[in-house]
């Protein structure tokens, strides 16, 4: 049967429906559409600032763009050459802030090498890079400064890469995230500090009183049935689907263009390397980094013109990311050593020509978004609807700022100024003194240090929580078939306590399955479905359908990255998956 908790930051099946049924007729200060980080990042400045929040996503928290980020926090070293500065310093702000005080256990800042093939290019490229570190000399210093190497000194830092041609680099830092447990983070924040957070619930319409928006019809997509919420302010934070939820409030002022960025995961001994890389493209970047014990490797930028829920890679997205890697690498990747592929949608805003990508670099004509600013926009209107739409990863919390201002201007009120700088997420207050206590926590739990110290850079102070799961159940110590570095506790805690209702919810978003093993999960997959049974109460034919839903998307996925085309791998994946997936 279904475990009720009593704790104000977890997220469980059981608060999910006591919430829905509250909600209905209730007048909230600010209902927050969108669940990926910036709907989240709202959620938690509003509340924060005393507003009475709901917050409501049609899928899982993070479940679209910001699952499928290039994880990392970053001020975008393109960008200065947009001359788009501002962007640049607030966002290496924003990423020293987290390392610093708000996020210190979900991030870990990592070495980038940018190498030269043309002396030229030291002082030019130096000069940006300088720049970059200049940008945050008021802020905090967490983050290392850059230097300038050698040709002999870049290839001792990537053994890995092809000498001919090297002139030398610089290498500066920047800091990487697991942006699904970083959004579902700020949710559980704002869920312990009061705000209402339910998932897998559909805005279907507006409630208006003339032309004003007073609230949101919503449709639940478990259980089905409709509720009607009233709300003195909405706050359209939908990312891709921004100008669609827009439109229920009336004509839409914006429109969205969406922008794929996709992204191929190898294992870390395929590329011999201490450090990651970045180095321009004919339009753009193309970066490798680390993640844990693999390597990503992207992205693309290219207009997506189909349904905005799947993204989907094709054959001519794997091919470009290779031949890019494979300039750089001395040992060229193939297929064989792609273990995930992920692609996901940038919310840009039209109105900026597209370009053609291709030729300087060798690789095929093909349109591209890199030229599209990513700077956000706060839209008020109509009245009594806040849309925040554009932006990136890093700056969320300034968007979520921004657009908590416009909705305190639309409630007619003064509300506090936004705190959420000086507020740690859940997680990050004791964390360093959690972390002194691995080796005792790992031997009174019958664990290795090693399997404690990967709990603690995914859960931080909370720690003690997951590993209390294993004294009523010692068999949640078991590493997960086929993905080791995963224990089978985690997987009841993200049922338990992180709101994970579904198979993939948990081996996609609240652990990293999906991508990080060659079957993408399919062996976990039925052990993950027990556990979750164990806590959720489904019986064995709910069991049964959530593993085949699982490995349904995974051969969907799969099937779509052989297609030559977007089309073709939309096509493909719509013949595997239809609409059964969850």
């Not at 059981?14 to 209905?24: E, I, P, Q, T, V």
């Not at 089905?224 to 229920?248: P, R």
Request: charged fraction near 25%.
């Amino acid at each position: 049967m279904s475990v009720h908790v009593n704790d104000r930051t977890a997220l469980s099946a059981d608060r999910r429906r006591g919430d829905l049924a509250g909600a209905a007729g209730r007048d909230f200060d600010v209902v927050v559409v969108g669940g990926g980080v910036t709907g989240a990042g709202v959620a938690l400045d509003a509340t924060a600032r005393g507003l009475s929040v709901l917050l409501v996503e049609a899928d899982d928290l993070a479940s679209g763009t910001s699952s499928r980020s290039g994880k990392v926090f970053h001020g975008g070293l393109r960008y200065l050459e947009q001359l788009n500065f501002a962007l640049v310093r607030e966002a290496l702000l924003e990423r020293d802030l987290m390392v610093e005080r708000l996020c210190p256990h979900l991030v870990e800042s990592e070495p980038f090498l940018f190498p030269f093939t043309k002396r030229r290019q030291r002082p030019y490229i130096g000069a940006g890079v300088a720049m970059y570190d200049l940008f945050r000399l008021t802020g905090p210093r967490s983050v290392p400064g850059h230097r300038h190497l050698t040709r002999r000194a870049a290839l001792a830092e990537m053994p890995g890469l092809r000498p001919d041609g090297i002139t030398g680099a610089v290498q500066y830092h920047d800091v990487r995230v697991d942006d699904a447990r970083h959004t579902m983070t700020l949710a559980r924040t704002a869920a312990g500090l009061g705000a209402t957070v339910l998932t897998r619930t559909r805005v279907v319409g507006m409630l208006r009183d003339g032309q004003r928006v007073t609230g949101v019809r919503l449709h639940d997509l478990e259980d089905g049935g409709h509720v009607d919420v009233l709300a003195g302010v909405v706050v359209n934070a939908a990312g891709v689907w921004a100008d669609e939820v827009q439109s229920l409030g009336g004509s839409p002022s914006i429109a969205v263009r969406p922008a794929k960025g996709v992204h191929l995961v190898v294992p870390a001994d395929r590329i011999e390397s201490r450090t990651g890389l970045i180095a321009r493209t004919s339009d753009s970047v193309f970066i490798i980094r680390k993640w844990f014990d693999h390597w990503l490797m992207g992205t693309t930028d290219t207009p997506w013109g189909h349904d905005r829920g799947h993204p989907v890679a094709s054959r001519e997205d794997v091919d470009y990311l290779l031949g890019q890697a494979n300039r750089w690498l001395k040992h060229p990747l193939g297929d064989a050593d792609v273990v995930g592929v992920y692609a996901g949608l940038r919310p840009l805003l039209a109105g900026v020509p597209v370009r053609t990508r291709g030729g300087s670099d060798g690789s095929a004509d093909r349109a591209t978004t890199a030229a599209l600013r990513r700077d956000h926009t706060v839209v008020e209107q109509p009245a009594g609807l806040v849309t925040v739409v554009g932006g990136k990863y890093t700056t969320y919390r300034l968007m979520a700022r921004d657009a908590v201002d416009a909705a305190g201007r639309s409630l007619g009120r003064t509300i506090p100024a936004s705190s959420t700088d000086r507020l740690p997420l859940l997680g990050a207050t004791g964390y360093v003194a959690v972390r002194h206590q691995r080796d005792r926590l790992a031997r009174e739990a019958g664990l290795e240090p090693e399997q404690v110290e990967h709990l603690l850079g995914r859960y931080g102070a909370l720690t003690p929580e997951v590993l209390d799961l294993l004294t009523d159940r010692p068999e949640l110590a078991r590493p997960l078939p086929g993905a080791s570095q995963y224990l089978a506790a985690e997987i009841a805690y993200a049922a338990r306590s992180e709101g994970a209702l579904h198979l993939m919810d948990a081996l996609a978003r609240r652990t990293r399955v999906f991508m990080e093993t060659p079957d993408r999960g399919v062996a976990a997959a039925p052990e993950a479905a027990r556990v979750m049974a164990s806590v959720l109460g489904w019986d064995e034919d709910r069991r049964a359908a959530e593993v085949a839903a699982y490995t349904m998307a995974v051969e969907a996925e799969r099937h779509a990255a052989t297609m030559p085309t977007d089309a073709q791998a939309v096509e493909a994946w719509q013949t595997v998956a239809g609409a059964a997936v969850p």
